[in-house]
């Protein structure tokens, strides 16, 4: 029985830092490292190759959180990432709450600690069965396609369902909007219109909202839909 290897992607602006980690990184012998210089050499892999996990460090400037964070979205990369974020960058991420894909590290930080940290993160992609998310009172497993509430029977859902909650909760507090929905979920299907996504969401609501014509989970706002985390 052989393990494969997990195999992380590495980009890290800083060459003294990239170089440093990667060492460390390269002799825990579970990993299959490669390095990325640029992020069009991390787009490139990524459409090469499937990676578990993608490591992303910041640099304030060019390469920002807020900049790394677009860019991953752009790619459309929807595995797990741990970002290395500058302890004294400020910037205070909206996806801080949303951690079953995206993890955070602060710099500084010990070497045995970054190690752990990627172990956990990895840990929790074998485990994909069990990961789940909250919204509101509701538990949502997206592997089991299933909603739990307290001790009430499951609420089950459609695949499309779970697509659209999956890219709701992906982006944290900010709304999508109805055309992003759209690519991410039916992939510009062409037959596929504005109107299929509304009953869809209407359909979901049924399925959530205490009263589905005042919904409190799943908002409209700015012409697309965000989950309420409040």
């Known amino acids: 029985y052989l393990r494969m ?6 980009f890290e602006p800083n060459v003294i830092l990239r170089t440093a980690l990667l060492d460390q990184i390269i002799i ?14 991390v787009k490139s892999h990524i459409e090469k190759s499937p990676v578990d996990l993608l490591i992303m460090g910041e640099d304030g400037g060019t390469h920002s959180l807020s900049s790394i964070m677009k860019f991953v979205e752009e790619i459309g990369f929807s595995n797990k990432i741990l ?3 500058n302890g004294d960058s400020g910037e205070i991420s909206s996806f801080e709450d949303f951690t079953n894909n995206h993890h955070v590290i602060e710099k500084p ?12 993160v990895l840990a929790k992609i ?12 509701f538990v ?10 307290n001790d009430q029977p499951d609420i089950e859902l459609t ?12 982006h944290g507090e900010e709304p999508v909007d109805r055309k992003k929905l759209l690519k991410q979920v039916w992939n510009y299907n062409l037959g596929v219109t504005t109107h299929t996504l509304e009953s869809h969401i209407y359909r979901l609501r049924q399925k959530l909202e205490t009263d589905p014509s005042i919904p409190r989970l799943i908002i409209s706002e700015g012409g697309g839909f965000k989950i309420n985390q409040t």
């Open 83 to 85: 970002f290395i974020k």
């Open 126 to 137: 074998s485990g994909s069965s069990d990961v789940s998310y909250r919204i509101g009172p």
């Open 5 to 10: 290897k997990k195999k992380i992607l590495f």
């Open 109 to 120: 930080f010990r070497i045995q600690f970054f190690i752990k940290k990627i172990d956990f």
């Open 159 to 170: 695949e499309k369902e779970v697509s659209i909650l999956k890219c709701l909760l992906s």
């Open 140 to 149: 949502f497993f997206p592997e089991n396609k299933v909603i739990k509430f």
């Open 28 to 41: 825990n012998n579970n990993f299959d490292v490669i390095q990325s210089k640029s992020l069009q050499d």
